[in-house]
Nanobody
Framework: QLQLVESGGGLVQPGGSLTLSCAASGFTLDYYAIGWFRQAPGKEREGVSCISSSGVSTNYADSVKGRFTISRDNAKNTFFLQMNSLKPKDTAVYYC???????????????????WGQGTQVTVST
């Protein structure tokens, strides 16, 4: 059974960086897109970034463009979200997800993603 496990969250000061990892087990995700989402307290879960199965195509929410970078290592069945220039408004629980899609939707929405990790907390604060 497919499991996704996020790691790498923590407390960081504004302007700092973190790299989140998402390790998949139980199923090889070479042919599936990976999405990163986040949910802040009292807010709906929102799409942050997506990478296609090949890794060639990526997209980002406007709020993180130029600061976050998504990548994948298919050989290790592991996926990453590099977050730079972090802001307090980036504070949220971050989730990785996958589903029956090889390419990323133009708008990163929850619907196509069937499998989710448990999330990792990112807190940006002084």
């Amino acid at each position: 059974q497919l499991q996704l496990v996020e790691s790498g969250g923590g407390l960081v000061q504004p302007g700092g960086s973190l790299t989140l990892s998402c390790a998949a087990s139980g199923f090889t995700l070479d042919y599936y897109a990976i999405g990163w989402f986040r949910q802040a307290p009292g807010k709906e879960r929102e799409g942050v970034s997506c990478i296609s199965s090949s890794g060639v195509s990526t997209n980002y929410a406007d709020s993180v463009k130029g600061r976050f970078t998504i990548s994948r290592d298919n050989a290790k069945n592991t996926f990453f979200l590099q977050m730079n220039s972090l802001k307090p408004k980036d504070t949220a629980v971050y989730y990785c997800a996958t589903g029956r899609l090889g390419s990323c939707p133009r708008r990163i929405t929850i619907a196509p993603f069937d499998y989710w990790g448990q999330g990792t907390q990112v807190t940006v604060s002084t």
